[in-house]
Every structure is written in structure tokens, then in C-alpha cells.
């Protein structure tokens, strides 16, 4: 494991050495990030390093270290390893990383400039990691060159993204075995930390756990504790972490045969088929819009809208079931940064009619992606579908039998290879 992540770390240098001579500078430091406040508080607020940071070295809780690196050299970590007695400090550096650096440990956040080089120096964190002297400067060109590689994951990054498909399944197993039992959502979402180890503090991005018509809800921020009185539907949107990497899964489960049942069979299958489809050169915006026809095709075949798929997207019939994107690049943060921008910077627009589309750039091989198709039944996006022209082409009386369901959606990452796409999510199902 110690030479992936080595091959990991000269990688990063080589794309940040081209970085720097592109934008025209000598050194590049890189700031953890500071703690924050709770307003008129002594309480912190979750810390969550720098993306950078994490993308050299896997450390979670550590406020106030920096990297500094100039070509040629061995990269400098300065560790901040306060003299702290109200909490438990970061531990001494250790991991198959630590041969790699040269580790300057600090008591005091002030005494990382000493270690840190001026001159042509771009400097990269927020605005409040600033020293004296080191002021963040977070160069665009820079920033628009890292940003676009990221895109592109090194086989380190493909091993921690796997593990982190691994830990998550084991929540969704359970996950499952919650609400079939009946549990509220969240019974459901303990059964998946205490499956995961995870805390809620450390999830790469807040649960959705949504029974019923909750499931409508594309980011429902609630776990309720009251057990619903008739499960019917369960949607699940969690994901798990593995040294910084995050993974992003979503499953939709029935309590019972129906309609809604086959419904969530027709999504998987077109899911499959669009995953499958994660290919070296094909536009992610096609494979949205191509995603778009084939929910119409499911609209159309399950009785609930009667006109021709290529017409309901034409019209933005499918965007009221569909109101999403069909997913996004995914590492580091689970909406991982350059999903719509090449690497000079310049965005690469949206297909017109789909604001919310975040993957625009043509996928190439060390991409990984989501694929998460939806099929939703949202009263307020209904309403609007009903006062206008298209209303009479749809079924209401199946709507309004499908409405206490919510809706489906199914996510997976996919990564794009040189040949066959690697359908990381669906892997680890069948590996648990
Ligand atoms: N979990 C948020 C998303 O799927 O993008
Ligand atoms: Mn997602
Ligand atoms: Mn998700």
C-alpha cells in the first residue's frame, strides 16, 4: 500500500511542479485551515481541513499544519501538535506517508511561517489560515490546473474510494434491515452508523434517510424518531469516508409488491444501462439527457404520462419527475471540484433546461462519477405539471396512488477506464 501512495505523492508533485510553471510561481503552501467558532461561543464547529491538505497527506484533525512544496525538493509538512491539555492533541505523525515528508513539528499555529518559504509562493487555503507574512493568495491558474487533475484519480485514490464503497455498503445492509423491521428513520440511520463506525460527524455529507413521502424530498435533512404507522418506501442517500475519500450511494427500497416496486426495477435497470454506459470521450451531458428519455420510456410504460419520450423531454414533462442532474465527479469532497470547468478555468455549459446538471466535461479514463437517477413525485413540482399544457397526457389517479411513496432514486460510482467502466457501488454490494 505504501507504493501506491507513494506513486500517489509523486504524481501530485509532478501535476503541482506543471501547476506552478504555469502560473508563474516558485513555491506552493498549502494551510490545513483554523478552527471556527460558534458566534459568541467557545464551542468549534466540525473541523474540515482544506481539500488540498487532505489530497497530500489522510489527516482529518489537524488545524494549523501546512504543506509546503518547491520542485526538486522533499515536500515540507509542518505538523501543529499543541501542548494542549482541554482536548486530546493530534497524535505523532505515522503511516507509510511520513517517510515521504520532512516533518517540522509546532506548538503554535504562529510558528509555522518560520518554516514556510516567500518569495513566489501560491498559497492555498482560506482566508483565516493567514500568518504573518503568508496571506493566502489562492492563485485562479493555479487552482484551475489542480482542480481539472483531480478529476483524475490515481490508483491510491481508486483503492480508498473502493474502501470507502465497502464501509458504506455494510450501513445500507443494515440500513435495509432496519426498516424492514419497522424501525422510524432514525433507527434507521443508528443501524447505519453503528454499521459503518461512523459518527455524524465524520459522514462525508449529513444522511438522507427518507420513509415514504419523505422520499419526495431530494435533500431531506430530518431523521425523525416516530415510527410511521404504514412503511412503505425507504430512501437512502449515505456514504462513508476512507482516509478523506468519500463515497455517495443511494438505494430505494419497497415494503411491499405493486407499482412501486416495479417502478424502482424499471429506474435500476436504466440506471445499469446509463452506468454502463461510462466511457472514456462520451459527454456526461449526453448521458444526462439520454437518462432523461429513458425515465420518459419509464413514465411511459408504467401508465403514468402517455406521449412519446422524445416530446415529455422536449416539453420538461420529465423534469418534473426528474428534477436533478444525473450526478457528479466524486473524491476528495463528494461534489468534487472541475465537474464543469476545463482546466484553463472556462466553464463548459449546461445543456439549456437543466440548471442543475454538475458534470459537463467529457469523462476520460481515472474519473469516477455518480450515476443517480431519480423518479420523484413532488407535490409542488406536480402542482405546476397540472396547470399546464401537458397535464392532460398524464395519469393523476396513478400519481396520486404513487404519492404517499415519495420517490426513488439510485446512485453509484462509476470509473471511467480505458475499456470497461468499473461500477465501484455495485462491486461492493456483491462482495458484502
Ligand atoms: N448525496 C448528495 C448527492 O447525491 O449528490
Ligand atoms: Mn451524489
Ligand atoms: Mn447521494
Known amino acids: 500500500m505504501s507504493s501506491l501512495y507513494a506513486e500517489h505523492l509523486s504524481i501530485l508533485m509532478q501535476r503541482a511542479d506543471a501547476a506552478l510553471a504555469k502560473a508563474g510561481f516558485d513555491h506552493l503552501l498549502i494551510a490545513s485551515g483554523v478552527e471556527k467558532y460558534q458566534f459568541l461561543d467557545d464551542r468549534p464547529y466540525p473541523f ?19 504543506i509546503a512544496y518547491t520542485p526538486g525538493q522533499r515536500p515540507v509538512l509542518v505538523y501543529h501538535q499543541p501542548d494542549d491539555y482541554w482536548h486530546v492533541p493530534p497524535a505523532p505523525p505515522e503511516g507509510a506517508w511520513v517517510e515521504h515528508f520532512d516533518i517540522r ?37 493555479l487552482l484551475n490546473a489542480l482542480h481539472y487533475q483531480r478529476g483524475f484519480k490515481t490508483a491510491y485514490e481508486l483503492d480508498r474510494m473502493r474502501r470507502a464503497q465497502r464501509r458504506a455498503v455494510k450501513g445500507h445492509r443494515a440500513a435495509e434491515a432496519a426498516f ?32 415514504n413521502q419523505h422520499a419526495a424530498v431530494l435533500h431531506y435533512q430530518y431523521q425523525s424518531p416516530e ?8 430512501l437512502i442517500d449515505a456514504g462513508a469516508e476512507v482516509d478523506g475519500y468519500a463515497s455517495d450511494i443511494t438505494r430505494t427500497y419497497a415494503m411491499h409488491e405493486g407499482a412501486f416496486a416495479d417502478l424502482i426495477a424499471a429506474v435500476d435497470a ?24 429513458r425515465l420518459g420510456g419509464v413514465l411511459r410504460s408504467a401508465g403514468i404520462v402517455d406521449m412519446d419520450p422524445g416530446e415529455m423531454v422536449a416539453e420538461g414533462v420529465t423534469s418534473a419527475f426528474f428534477p436533478h ?48 437517477p431519480g423518479l420523484y413525485f413532488i407535490p409542488l413540482l406536480l402542482e405546476r405539471l397540472k396547470a399546464g399544457p401537458q397535464a392532460k397526457h398524464v395519469d393523476w389517479a396513478a400519481i ?33
Open 400 to 432: 396520486e396512488a404513487l404519492l404517499p411513496y415519495g420517490g426513488i432514486r439510485i446512485e453509484d460510482e462509476v470509473a471511467c477506464t480505458d475499456g470497461e467502466p468499473e461500477n465501484l457501488t455495485r462491486e461492493a454490494f456483491a462482495q458484502a
Open 227 to 234: 415510527r410511521p404507522a404504514t412503511p412503505l418506501s425507504f
Open 180 to 211: 424492514r423491521a419497522g424501525g422510524s428513520e432514525r433507527e434507521i440511520h443508528r443501524a447505519y452508523l453503528e454499521a459503518t463506525g461512523h459518527s455524524d460527524l465524520d459522514l462525508p455529507y449529513t444522511n438522507i434517510i427518507g420513509l
Open 105 to 141: 513539528i509546532i506548538r503554535e499555529p504562529q510558528e509555522a511561517a518560520a518554516h514556510l518559504p516567500r518569495g513566489r509562493a501560491a498559497i492555498v487555503g482560506e482566508a483565516d489560515a493567514a500568518l504573518e507574512g503568508v496571506v493566502p493568495n489562492n492563485p485562479p491558474v
Open 270 to 293: 436504466e440506471q445499469q444501462a446509463l452506468c454502463r454506459r461510462v466511457r472514456s470521450g462520451v459527454d456526461y451531458r449526453d448521458l444526462h439527457l439520454e437518462c432523461h428519455l
Open 325 to 372: 442532474g444525473l450526478g457528479h465527479p466524486i473524491g476528495l469532497q463528494v461534489h468534487d471540484v472541475a465537474g464543469r470547468h476545463d482546466e484553463e478555468g472556462n466553464e463548459i455549459p449546461r445543456p439549456a433546461g437543466h440548471p442543475y446538471l454538475r458534470t459537463t466535461r467529457p469523462l476520460a479514463p481515472g474519473m469516477v462519477v455518480t450515476i443517480e
Open 48 to 66: 474540515k481541513p482544506n481539500p488540498h491538505f487532505r489530497h497530500w497527506v489522510p489527516l482529518q484533525q489537524h488545524p494549523h499544519s501546512w
